[in-house]
């Protein structure tokens, strides 16, 4: 694919002023895919527990910033299993989408309920990466969606599997994020107050060596120590 055209630069147009590819908490949706029993089982392109992790903290992301989210499973009572609680247990009155379809996109009523967000921006995480994944945010991206797949908290069935559907997504125009840096770029500044407390609480309980760094700034330089 050759390389889009640079736009022309003109330096009096340069302003304090964030890039409108950023996502804030007013542009995009949250769409979890497939995070179940059955999915997790096959799942083998990295640690299951930090999948877990990394998708409850992009859900608690979500939370955090009153963003859209939208979760959806497949064949949830004859062969998958339940939605993963600890992600239902963050949107205790959210009503699934339960789909026969591998491609989420071909489900009218999860399409239906993204286009109710009016939000063009997807944010799409899911099990497995190969396939429950791929096919949406390929459908998405070709009816003109800008889709961010979370790589992070998504899982394929072997390493190569979930790179390769990352590199098919990729090519095609989507963009590979982590949950860390989708949640810091909702935040974006230490200053906005009103979220700076929560976004402390999900880095310590689910951003690792980044959360224990913040306990231990917190400790010795006191709470006003920013992330």
Not at 134 to 140: N, Q
Request: proline share 6%.
């Amino acid at each position: 694919m050759p390389a889009s055209p640079m736009p022309e630069f003109d330096l009096d147009a340069v302003t304090a002023a964030p890039s409108p590819d950023l996502l804030t908490p007013d542009n995009c949706v949250f769409l979890f895919v497939d995070h179940q029993p059955q999915m997790f089982f096959g799942t083998g392109s990295g640690d299951r527990t930090a999948i877990i992790n990394s998708t409850v903290g992009l859900a608690k992301a979500a939370r955090l910033f009153d963003v859209p989210a939208i979760i959806t499973t497949v064949a949830a009572e004859s062969f998958s299993g339940p939605a993963l609680p600890q992600l239902v247990d963050v949107f205790p009155d959210h009503k699934l989408i339960d789909r026969t379809s591998m491609n989420a996109w071909e489900d009218q009523a999860l399409v239906e309920a993204v286009r109710a967000t009016g939000r063009r921006k997807i944010v799409i995480s899911g099990l497995w990466t190969e396939v429950c994944l791929v096919l949406p945010v390929l459908s998405a991206l070709a009816q003109g969606y800008e889709v961010y797949v979370v790589a992070d908290a998504s899982g394929g069935v072997t390493p190569a599997a979930h790179e390769h559907a990352l590199q098919r997504m990729t090519q095609a125009g989507a963009v590979t994020v982590t949950w860390v840096q989708v949640l810091l770029e909702l935040q974006r500044d230490w200053a906005r107050t009103g979220t700076y407390d929560g976004v402390m609480e999900i880095v310590k309980a689910h951003a690792g060596a980044y959360g224990m760094g913040v306990v231990y700034a917190k400790h010795f330089l006191g709470e006003g120590a920013a992330g």
